[in-house]
């Protein structure tokens, strides 16, 4: 199974090693292959996106799938999407009538994802500071995931790439899923492409 991931940069690139680390502990033996398509800044959109994806998806060697991760918060305004379900709805219209095309949003941006591991970002922040929702997928265009991470780490500014990473380290992405509903999705779309249970 190959699996070709779009997505947006610097955080989702530090996410990967940890993806796979999580999908070997559910997929012995079935475990894909998970090509990387990081862009600097957005994926494509519109035409661009869809023929990125049908190129993946006919090229040689061709991918079996191709995910497309996004986040919710794109930084434009207005913003480019409601919310997770609405950038969803506008990556199937603009990638139609393609089964092997998955599309995915984080809610509002990936940093939620980081969230629940809250005793990590404080321990490595050097903060004492309460969580800022029960729900991680709350924090919203306002002042999305990222930007309230900044607020933490104000010894050293969060930088995506080493801090995400640094978070990650030794957490299970289970937890994660546990309270936001995007990720939960995207990893069970790659479970039960593979063969294996959703979350």
């Known amino acids: 199974m190959r699996i070709s991931i779009l997505m947006e940069g610097a955080t989702e690139r530090a996410f990967m090693p940890h993806l796979r680390a999580f999908l070997q502990t559910r ?3 079935q475990m894909p ?7 600097d800044g957005r994926i494509p959109k519109g035409p661009e996106l869809r023929r ?50 998955f599309p ?27 969580p800022f929702a029960a729900n991680p997928e709350t924090v919203n265009h306002n002042k999305p995931p990222a930007h309230r991470l ?9 930088v995506k790439p080493r801090d995400a990473g640094r978070i990650l380290e030794g957490q299970n992405l289970a937890d994660s899923a546990a309270q936001c509903a995007s990720l939960k999705a995207f990893l069970s779309t790659i479970l039960t492409q593979c063969g294996a249970p959703p979350l």
């Open 52 to 101: 990125r994806v049908l190129k993946l998806l006919n090229g040689n060697p061709a991918s079996d799938i191709v995910i497309a991760l996004t986040d919710v918060y794109t930084g434009t305004t207005p913003p480019d999407f409601e919310d997770a379900a609405d950038a969803i709805s506008k990556m199937l219209q603009w990638v139609p009538d393609e089964p092997r095309f």
């Open 104 to 130: 995915h949003a984080a809610q509002f941006d990936f940093e939620a994802w980081l969230l629940p591991f809250w005793s990590r970002i404080t321990g490595l922040a050097g903060s004492n500071r309460a």
């Open 150 to 158: 900044n607020e933490i780490f104000t010894k050293r500014k969060y």
């Open 27 to 29: 997929l012995a033996g």
């Open 33 to 39: 292959r998970l090509d990387p398509f990081p862009f």
